[in-house]
């Protein structure tokens, strides 16, 4: 009820659109004309579904095509992968022609920019098909269980690319690829048991946890002809994490992000492939860790974008080639703030950059921290406009050639709708309106306001109630919590968990949302009060906010619940190990030990544990079982290779020496957000059936 078209931007200015909220019999790739408006088929689907099944007839397809993983620039081709082989949809012809056929899996499949190629990791190798040709051509060829060319070890897959397998790039000219290569030799390997088949077998994966040993990457640049490697050398400083690599527009030059092991120093390099030398633009600091984000951008007129968090919120810096700060270009006590929805923990607020006028386009938190608004500014630092008009969340999607833009906008009363805007911020068109009439009758929607912590800051909220509410009456209350660093709960956007607060309200329960102070995405200063003691801090505004809530006539003091998943599980453990607040509560993987997590994220907060143990016992929850109040529910999966399950296990097992009793819900091979929709409504029950006998 909530999806909205998917589209992409091409580089003759149109759009593809697929409207996926139409039956799949009347789902189309549809053309979309900016200038004027207009929508044309650019696929005949039924004729591409009966060529897929002509060469692949084991293709799980009823009816329409799913979106492809990638679109040419020209967007006359798309690429797909079925039962680990690629395939390639000809739009104008709508058929599908085979590339491979190999008993190994691809993945990553890319076109080269020019349309002729395209790429692809085979074994931990790349590939190269020659489209014209109908020839492969192996790029790499050491790739082996431990050496990873073109596609990232887990922990670079999940903390520093944002669940993206991105590790190779091609040149602006499509004759050079620079990739990745890792060395997990030495990383530490964890195993999971599957159920099935008949004789269980065990999944391995290379996960490190702090202090351990962490993959080994570097960057080499590889011609098409198929010439040696060439390793790109970083030598001034050692560094532990390689967070970014980036052609610039003339295709002579790459930039590289690297971080060192404290996580507190980010250098920004420049790599010249004709000369071969490596410069230091600039170096990032912060006193807690710094933060990844993807807001670097080279000009066509020398200059470059950089995103730093240095004076405690996010903002844009324009730099010299030479990498001497020119000036400051946004300014204020605010933040620029990625508008999608992928991992929070990746920055990205600028949506598109006019070098001709003269505008940058960024998302922003200038007008409220629960809203995602739309702002334009001059490099100078001039200029600053508001572009979008309503409260709420507005998630940008903007032309390359930065002229219009689609706006998937939201609030906390309506469901996504997709406009179309020209880059001066007027209406040009509603692609897909919001549909209300999907909704449940007798809908309610949660009120946004402010809670205050103890030293009074303004804490945001939300609060849903009973249809019936009566101020007279006393109701049970449910905090709903996620607390990480700049991952808020709290927003003017339609949430999916609004449905599940309905049913909360409809047996009587009040449904709450608070974020605490580095939650709220604000700025970096409120996002590093984690590190002086994490669980302590986060632990302290919330039960200042429950607290403030007990004070209110209409909530029964002796029946307040928690909840909370992944890291909101392990928020949901400290309040109730922390305080005696809860009556009950549903912790839904949560990490219990950061020893037990990955090296990259834990060790972002405590550093090394050998040099800072004390910080890790005293962040532990396991000598915290002990101090438990209140019922608790456990749930994870037994296949969650982000919080591993010996996270929960542990914890139980303290529980039970300290004599502590608690329910635990399992979920068989599933990983750490599983979908499916069988377990998540075994989840959603096995929690309401847990609310009714506790609350």
Do not use: C
Request: aromatic fraction near 12%; proline fraction near 6%; charge should be negative.
């Amino acid at each position: 009820m909530d999806e909205v078209p998917s589209f992409v931007w091409l580089e003759n200015g149109t759009a593809i659109l697929d409207d996926v909220r139409l039956p799949a019999s009347q789902q189309t790739f549809e053309s979309l004309d900016p200038v004027t408006g207009k929508r044309r088929p650019v696929l005949n689907m039924r004729r591409a579904v009966d060529s897929l099944k002509a060469i692949e007839p084991g293709a799980d397809i009823h009816g329409a095509l799913p979106w492809p993983i990638t679109f040419d620039s020209a967007g006359k081709q798309a690429l797909y992968i079925f039962d680990g082989d690629i395939f390639q949809l000809d739009l104008n012809s709508s058929a599908f022609s085979r590339l491979t056929q190999t008993a190994a899996a691809e993945k990553n499949p890319q076109f080269s920019p020019d349309g002729r190629f395209v790429s692809f990791v085979r074994d931990n190798n790349i590939y190269v098909w020659d489209i014209a040709a109908r020839k492969e051509r192996q790029l790499t060829h050491d790739g082996s269980q431990t050496t990873l060319n073109g596609t990232l070890s887990w922990v670079y897959w999940e903390e520093v690319f944002g669940r993206h397998d991105t590790a190779y790039w091609w040149s602006p000219d499509s004759q050079s690829i620079a990739f990745l290569q890792t060395d997990e030799a030495g990383v530490p390997v964890s195993t999971f048991v599957d159920f099935s088949p008949v004789d269980p077998h065990l999944i391995h994966q290379v996960y490190p946890k702090p202090g351990e040993h962490n993959p080994v990457v570097r960057v080499g640049v590889i011609d098409l002809d198929g010439s040696s490697t060439h390793w790109i050398p970083i030598t001034d400083k050692p560094y532990e994490w390689l967070l970014r690599v980036n052609w610039l527009p003339d295709g002579k030059h790459l930039s590289l992000k690297t971080l060192d092991h404290s996580q507190r120093e980010l250098r920004l390099y420049l790599y010249d492939r004709e000369g071969e030398d490596v410069k230091r633009l600039l170096t990032e600091t912060d006193p807690a860790w710094v933060n990844v984000n993807d807001d670097l951008y080279f000009l066509r007129d020398g200059h470059f974008l950089w995103a730093s968090e240095r004076d405690g919120f996010m903002h844009l810096y324009r730099y010299a080639a030479d990498g001497t700060l020119v000036n400051q270009v946004t300014k204020g006590e605010w933040a620029i703030v990625s508008s999608h929805g992928g991992a929070f923990w990746v920055h990205q607020g600028v949506v598109g950059i006019d070098g001709e006028k003269d505008w940058i386009y960024f998302t922003a938190l200038k007008d409220g921290s629960v809203e995602r608004q739309l702002y334009r500014i001059h490099g100078d630092g001039s200029g600053l406009t508001r572009l979008s008009a309503e409260p709420g969340t507005h998630a940008i999607g903007m032309s390359i050639d930065a002229k219009y833009y689609f706006d998937e906008y939201s609030n906390i009363r309506t469901l996504p709708a997709l406009r179309l805007h020209t880059a001066d911020g007027e209406l040009k068109a509603t692609i897909a309106a919001p549909r209300p009439e999907l909704l449940p009758p007798g809908m309610r929607y949660p009120q946004l306001m402010t809670i205050p912590a103890a030293d009074g800051f303004p804490m945001p909220a939300q609060i849903l109630k009973p249809k019936d509410f009566d101020p007279a009456r006393r109701y049970p209350m449910i905090l709903h919590v996620y607390g990480g660093p700049s991952a808020p709960t709290v927003s003017d956007s339609w949430q999916k968990e609004t449905l599940f607060d309905n049913v909360l309200a409809s047996r009587g329960y009040i449904a709450v949302a608070i974020d605490n102070r580095a939650a709220t995405a604000i700025s970096k200063t409120l996002e590093n009060t984690l590190v002086a003691a994490p669980g302590a801090g986060e632990t302290a505004d919330l039960v200042a906010g429950i607290r403030w809530l007990k004070s209110q006539p209409w909530i029964d003091g002796g029946r307040v619940g928690v909840w909370g998943w992944s890291g909101g599980g392990t928020v949901t453990l400290n309040l109730m190990t922390r305080s005696q607040e809860f009556k009950a509560g549903i912790a839904g993987a949560p990490v219990t030990d950061w020893r037990f997590y990955d090296s990259k994220w834990g060790e972002s907060f405590l550093k090394l544990p050998q040099d800072n143990p004390a910080a890790y016992d005293s962040a532990s929850l396991i000598p915290r079982a002990r101090d438990l109040h209140g019922d608790l529910m456990l749930m994870y999966g037994t296949y969650d290779d982000n919080v591993h399950p010996q996270n929960e296990e542990a914890f139980m097992n303290a529980l039970i020496a300290a004599g502590k009793p608690y329910q635990v819900e399992l979920f068989p091979m599933r990983k750490h957000g599983f979908v499916d929709i069988p377990a998540l409504l075994q989840r959603y029950n096995a929690m309401l059936a847990f609310w009714e006998k506790n609350l």
